[in-house]
């Protein structure tokens, strides 16, 4: 990330059939807008197994008044045992890193994680 170097923003979702069933961030990923309601449908886009990280776009993940100011990479495992895909998401400010959006309120469904 631009600016403090350790400054990290990370989170993890669990998807089954385009369905968040679990997810969980870091204290710095808030500041994003990354959060999820019970339920909540995400697009199959970049879902497929990806070890090495791929840029995806910030709206699938982050809500829509923070989106235009991150820049997200993630990484996807299928888990064929679970029949569900673990998605790591990292996040890069675009622009003005040291400005941040309110943080999220929604709690996440798992302890957060470092």
């Known amino acids: 990330m ?6 990290r923003f990370f989170g993890m979702a669990i998807i089954q ?11 710095n990923m808030r500041w994003t807008g990354f959060g999820f309601r019970r339920g909540h449908q995400i697009s199959n886009v970049g879902l497929t ?7 995806i776009e910030s709206d ?4 829509p008044k923070n989106a235009p100011h991150w820049e997200l990479t993630q990484s996807a495992v299928y888990m064929p045992y679970y ?3 673990l998605v790591l998401i990292s996040a890069e ?10 943080p999220d309120p929604t709690p996440p469904s798992m302890p957060s994680f470092r």
Do not use: C, I, K, S
Not at 17 to 27: F, I, L, P, Y
Not at 49 to 55: A, I, M, P, S, V
Not at 94 to 101: K, S, V
């Open 83 to 85: 029949d569900q895909t």
């Open 17 to 27: 059939e385009n369905t968040v069933v679990r997810w969980a961030m870091n204290d």
């Open 60 to 63: 699938v993940w982050l809500n």
């Open 49 to 55: 197994h990806n070890l090495d990280g791929e840029r």
């Open 93 to 102: 400010r675009r622009n003005n890193p040291e400005e941040y959006e309110e």
């Open 2 to 7: 631009m600016g403090d170097p350790f400054r």
